[in-house]
């Protein structure tokens, strides 16, 4: 007998990505066991090849433009891929390890994406290596023109209250010695890739963590993760990680946990996750309701059920009313979670995309064949065309009203429609 149930099977896809459709749930049910089916949700192995589009390339293209491109490729790639654990844990660095347009411009936080795909679920140190000189990084956090003669504190204080370690486990002497350990990294002009100037960088000695050296940036982040700072900044990581992927704030003994396997695991994350996964804490029932989608995970499961190109809904013209721009993080900080995306402005956006979902729907003849199905299997295909597999009785109760009086008062050939429509603006479709 299989140690795992269907309703697991669904509650992982829809945390390693943005949808759980009926077939892909069916195939992993095939599956030997639980660890298994984490390992197949895992896989990274035929992600679709990266491309940047000619609007983002090139520097001559209005920005609003490039930025309509960029957010289009990216939706398409995440409503599309065969792997969308790749562009889930890019989602999660971009919120975490943020840089956002216009400044820099489009290009370099395009690229940036490129790299958080590339290595978001490998070594957690060639990350923090990589985004350490990230041109957009770079840029956005000012060590770009970094100097001996006047160190910029800016990225100093980042990389270590967001990105590594958290507020209050560094003091004020280890924001200057990082400053000055992370002088003459910095951004050519001419190219706008990362240049490192000897002659800009501070070579005296610096007291950073307590230990006085003449450190260099990259040394920084290798004492942090791999060195004396590694159980504060795996803790740290490991509470973020479960935080986006299982539930916010879990217990300090948890934590304890999984800072201690998040270490075994070498500060692999493709690793981590797994052992995330397999935790009993994951698949309680209280879990499966603890995250609400952003918009751009409402969004992409609404394409990825409908199989409709954006370009139909035009939905990034709505990002900033539903409170999450795409390659536009509101701060340094990031995103934030659950309540985050509640507001009256969110809800009427959402309201206005299910109206043009309708129509695109009632068009394309993409849901026509619900029409010939009674009340309760119309509802019930709905429901399993947008990933939920268990519904509220509410839920499915005022879905299956609303059909009947649709299609009492005459209009049973639009009914299917929107219906669709109305299955994306139910609790249960607000849940990742």
């Given at each position: 007998m299989a140690d795992f149930t269907r309703a697991d099977v669904a509650h992982l896809l829809r945390r390693t990505g943005f949808l759980a459709k009926p077939a892909e749930v069916d195939a992993l049910m095939a599956k030997a066991s639980w660890s298994v089916v984490v390992d197949a949700?895992?896989?990274?192995?035929?992600?679709?090849?990266?491309?940047?589009?000619?609007?983002?390339a090139d520097?001559?293209?209005p920005l609003g433009r490039s930025i309509v491109t960029a957010h289009r490729y990216w939706m398409t790639r995440m409503a599309t891929t065969p792997t969308p654990i790749v562009e889930k844990t890019a989602f999660f660095w971009h919120g975490i390890l943020t840089s956002a347009v216009p400044n820099p411009d489009m290009l370099p936080v395009f690229k940036q994406i490129q790299t958080w795909r590339k290595l978001g679920l490998g070594d957690l140190h060639a990350l923090m290596q990589a985004m350490a000189i990230d041109p957009a990084m770079l840029d956005y956090l000012d060590n770009a023109a970094n100097k001996k003669q006047a160190p910029n504190e800016n990225f100093a204080r980042e990389l270590m209250e967001l990105f590594t370690m958290g507020n209050g486990t560094f003091t004020e002497d280890d924001v200057i010695a990082m400053a000055r350990a992370w002088t003459g990294h910095n951004l050519q002009a001419t190219d706008g890739t990362y240049v490192f100037r000897p002659a800009q960088h501070d070579t005296g000695p610096k007291t950073l963590?307590?230990?006085?050296?003449?450190?260099?940036?990259?040394?920084?982040?290798?004492?942090?993760?791999?060195?004396?700072?590694?159980?504060?900044?795996?803790?740290?990581l490991a509470g973020r990680i479960w935080s986006a992927f299982a539930y916010p704030n879990p217990s300090a003994e948890l934590l304890d946990e999984l800072a201690a396997a998040f270490i075994a695991a070498n500060l692999n994350v493709k690793a981590f996750l797994k052992l995330v996964f397999l935790r009993p804490e994951f698949r309680l029932a209280s879990t499966r309701i603890?995250?609400?989608?952003?918009?751009?995970?409402?969004?992409?499961?609404?394409?990825?059920?409908?199989?409709?190109?954006?370009?139909?809904?035009?939905?990034?013209?709505?990002?900033?009313?539903?409170?999450?721009?795409?390659?536009?993080?509101?701060?340094?900080?990031?995103?934030?979670?659950?309540?985050?995306w509640i507001s009256s402005s969110a809800t009427w956006a959402k309201g206005e995309i299910s109206a043009i979902l309708r129509a695109r729907l009632q068009a394309a003849g993409t849901v026509a064949a619900w029409n010939s199905l009674s009340v309760a299997d119309a509802v019930g295909a709905a429901l399993d065309r947008f990933g939920i597999d268990d519904p509220s009785s509410a839920t499915r109760t005022r879905l299956e009203s609303y059909l009947s009086g649709e299609r009492s008062a005459g209009r049973a050939s639009t009914a299917s429609a929107g219906l669709a429509a109305l299955v994306t603006l139910t609790p249960d479709f607000q849940l990742s």
């Amino acid at each position: 007998m299989a140690d795992f149930t269907r309703a697991d099977v669904a509650h992982l896809l829809r945390r390693t990505g943005f949808l759980a459709k009926p077939a892909e749930v069916d195939a992993l049910m095939a599956k030997a066991s639980w660890s298994v089916v984490v390992d197949a949700a895992l896989t990274t192995t035929g992600s679709p090849a990266e491309s940047i589009p000619a609007d983002i390339a090139d520097p001559a293209t209005p920005l609003g433009r490039s930025i309509v491109t960029a957010h289009r490729y990216w939706m398409t790639r995440m409503a599309t891929t065969p792997t969308p654990i790749v562009e889930k844990t890019a989602f999660f660095w971009h919120g975490i390890l943020t840089s956002a347009v216009p400044n820099p411009d489009m290009l370099p936080v395009f690229k940036q994406i490129q790299t958080w795909r590339k290595l978001g679920l490998g070594d957690l140190h060639a990350l923090m290596q990589a985004m350490a000189i990230d041109p957009a990084m770079l840029d956005y956090l000012d060590n770009a023109a970094n100097k001996k003669q006047a160190p910029n504190e800016n990225f100093a204080r980042e990389l270590m209250e967001l990105f590594t370690m958290g507020n209050g486990t560094f003091t004020e002497d280890d924001v200057i010695a990082m400053a000055r350990a992370w002088t003459g990294h910095n951004l050519q002009a001419t190219d706008g890739t990362y240049v490192f100037r000897p002659a800009q960088h501070d070579t005296g000695p610096k007291t950073l963590f307590g230990i006085t050296r003449n450190w260099d940036g990259p040394e920084t982040i290798t004492e942090i993760l791999r060195g004396s700072k590694q159980p504060v900044s795996a803790r740290y990581l490991a509470g973020r990680i479960w935080s986006a992927f299982a539930y916010p704030n879990p217990s300090a003994e948890l934590l304890d946990e999984l800072a201690a396997a998040f270490i075994a695991a070498n500060l692999n994350v493709k690793a981590f996750l797994k052992l995330v996964f397999l935790r009993p804490e994951f698949r309680l029932a209280s879990t499966r309701i603890a995250l609400v989608r952003s918009p751009i995970e409402w969004e992409v499961a609404i394409l990825r059920a409908t199989g409709l190109p954006v370009e139909q809904l035009g939905i990034e013209k709505y990002q900033q009313r539903l409170g999450q721009v795409l390659y536009r993080p509101p701060n340094v900080s990031g995103w934030r979670q659950n309540r985050a995306w509640i507001s009256s402005s969110a809800t009427w956006a959402k309201g206005e995309i299910s109206a043009i979902l309708r129509a695109r729907l009632q068009a394309a003849g993409t849901v026509a064949a619900w029409n010939s199905l009674s009340v309760a299997d119309a509802v019930g295909a709905a429901l399993d065309r947008f990933g939920i597999d268990d519904p509220s009785s509410a839920t499915r109760t005022r879905l299956e009203s609303y059909l009947s009086g649709e299609r009492s008062a005459g209009r049973a050939s639009t009914a299917s429609a929107g219906l669709a429509a109305l299955v994306t603006l139910t609790p249960d479709f607000q849940l990742s």
